[in-house]
């Protein structure tokens, strides 16, 4: 038979106490996290609400390029990857290189479908080894140096449009697919996150399939423009933009100056003058360049800008 | 003063004000200060109270030079060129000038000056050093010219960035509105933080 131990009253209350005091701390410590997360603030461990990556992507040694000055042109690559946790790696789904002239104030942009070719592979899977190999490979296809990679994910890609409001996009013609989600009516339509996602992974809607879901993408990306394009007509705007971006972006090589000037020369271009063609490509399971691509690659690389497409 | 930091703050224009200055032997208005906005890639920050009267202060500089002084004088006033960064102040005195000073007016005869608030926004980086600030506010001249009456009102934005122990513009955006009996036209300008507006 067990023999009962009985603690004596003071040791009960030393017990008591100690657990009121570790459940506090606990339910404090959650509070002040769970603050900090709904202000933005990023906590290491609670964060999780990274939404995009942007990359400086540097000059490999000796490679043989010419320094541009703050008046060159340059090229940004837009990427919506298909990330999700537990599978490493992730492919460059939505391809997007945004040829910037600061001295013009001008720009163009060429949609990548992510099927096309790229020495012997799908050009979408470079990015499952990285920012920079994704920048060299669609760099390489277009034959223009890559300076600066955005990636964002579903996730992301949904937060950041409920972030800013939603996001006005014009759609071109009826959608309704039930893998993606899209059902929409042609026309401006506002769209939150989520259905922002839906428009642009819809493909099953469309003969030609992921050329014409390139091309949508490429609709949005200056649809976001022109509604950000309101929104920054203060620096009051500028502010609130930069600083939500800072706290759900993820950085490399890049500072909070660089991102306000490119900000401010974004901004400056008029997206209504923005030209935004799809590549021309063959049809096949890796699909290779079509008829005219040399020539508008051509056109696209000397300044960045497309003048004779 | 409304201090918000971290996304919070009304998005509101300038409140109306209150300098008034009449005579053109007389001071400037004296800018005050409205709202104030700081957001921030990390902490929470406040405006240090020194910094926030250093930026008031170069408000009023360019305040006193690009508008008084010319009401009086029919010129620029001293240091307003070196209120800009370098690649800005090619057009701040050149093609913007315009809208951003009155020395177009000429010396006038009689003026009333009033002025809004300004309202201070900024942007701190994740260590909550303030990076960028701006100011912003409205004003207004009734003046009598050799050619009658006209009524300017302009709103103002400058963006400053640090240089060394002082701050400069290194952005703006201006909008001049010169109103007569007759005719009215608007002039807006924006420039810098690496590019010019077209």
């Known amino acids: 038979m067990g023999q009962r131990i009985r603690l004596p009253i003071s040791h009960l209350r030393r017990v008591l106490l100690v657990g009121t005091a570790l459940v506090g701390a606990l339910a404090l410590g959650c509070t002040g996290l769970f603050a900090a997360w709904l202000a933005g603030i990023r906590v290491p461990i609670a964060s999780g609400a990274t939404y995009l990556r942007v ?20 090229f940004i690559l837009l990427v919506g990857n298909d990330f999700r946790p537990g599978v490493p790696g992730s492919r460059g789904d939505a391809l997007h290189l945004l040829g910037v002239n600061p001295k013009l104030k001008q720009a163009s942009m060429l949609d990548i479908p992510r099927d096309t070719c790229w020495q012997g592979d799908k050009i979408n899977a470079a990015n499952t080894h990285g920012a920079r190999a994704s920048a060299t490979a669609v760099g ?31 759609v071109q013609t009826q959608m309704h697919d039930s893998y993606s989600g899209a059902y929409f009516s042609p026309g401006f339509q506002h769209m939150t996150g989520g259905q922002a ?7 099953h809607d469309f003969p030609n399939s992921d050329i014409t879901r390139t091309g949508n993408q490429g609709s949005l990306i ?52 923005i030209k935004n063609i799809t590549i021309p490509i063959t049809n096949g399971q890796c699909l290779g360049l079509g008829g005219g691509a040399a020539s508008l690659f051509a056109d696209f690389a000397d300044d960045g800008i497309l003048e004779s497409h | 003063m409304l201090v918000v930091a ?45 910094m926030q009267k250093q930026v008031l202060g170069l ?20 240091g307003y060129v070196a209120l800009f960064d370098l690649p800005l102040r090619a057009a701040a005195s050149g093609s913007d000038a315009q809208a951003m000073t009155d020395v177009s007016l000429g010396q ?28 912003n506010f409205s004003m207004r001249v009734d ?10 009102t302009r709103s103002v934005e400058l963006t400053y960035a640090p240089s060394g122990r002082t701050w400069l513009v290194t952005a703006y955006r201006v909008t001049t509105v010169r109103s007569t009996p007759k005719a009215k036209t608007t002039t807006s300008v924006a420039a810098g933080g690496g590019t010019t507006k077209p």
């Open chain 1, 55 to 74: 990359e400086k992507i540097a000059p490999l040694a000796g490679a043989n390029r010419v320094a541009g000055g703050p008046t060159a042109p340059f």
């Open chain 1, 140 to 170: 390489g296809l277009v034959g223009v140096p890559v300076s600066y990679v955005v990636q964002v994910n579903f996730d992301g890609f949904t937060n950041l449009v409920d972030g800013v409001g939603g996001v006005d996009v014009h």
């Open chain 1, 197 to 203: 996602l839906s428009f642009a992974r819809n493909r």
């Open chain 1, 222 to 273: 200056l649809d976001a423009m022109r509604m950000l394009d309101q929104k920054m007509q203060s620096a009051d705007g500028e502010f609130r933009l930069l600083a939500l971006l800072g706290r759900h972006a993820e950085v490399d090589g890049i500072g909070i100056s660089d991102l306000y000037r490119l900000g401010r020369l974004a901004f400056s271009l008029n997206p209504d003058q």
């Open chain 2, 6 to 50: 971290c996304g919070g703050g009304k998005h509101a224009r300038p409140a109306p004000s209150a300098p008034v200055t009449q005579g053109n032997k007389a001071k400037p208005a004296v800018l005050a200060v409205g709202e104030v906005d700081i957001q921030t890639w990390g902490p929470d920050v406040k405006l240090p109270k020194g």
């Open chain 2, 59 to 78: 408000a009023q500089a360019y305040y006193d030079t690009a508008v008084h002084a010319p009401l009086g004088s029919g010129k620029l006033g001293a």
């Open chain 2, 108 to 135: 006038v005869s009689k003026y009333t000056e009033t002025a809004s608030k300004v309202k201070i926004s900024g942007l701190a980086d994740d260590r909550g050093i303030l990076r960028y600030l701006a100011t």
């Open chain 2, 143 to 152: 003046a009598t010219t050799a050619q009658g009456l006209v009524r300017i």
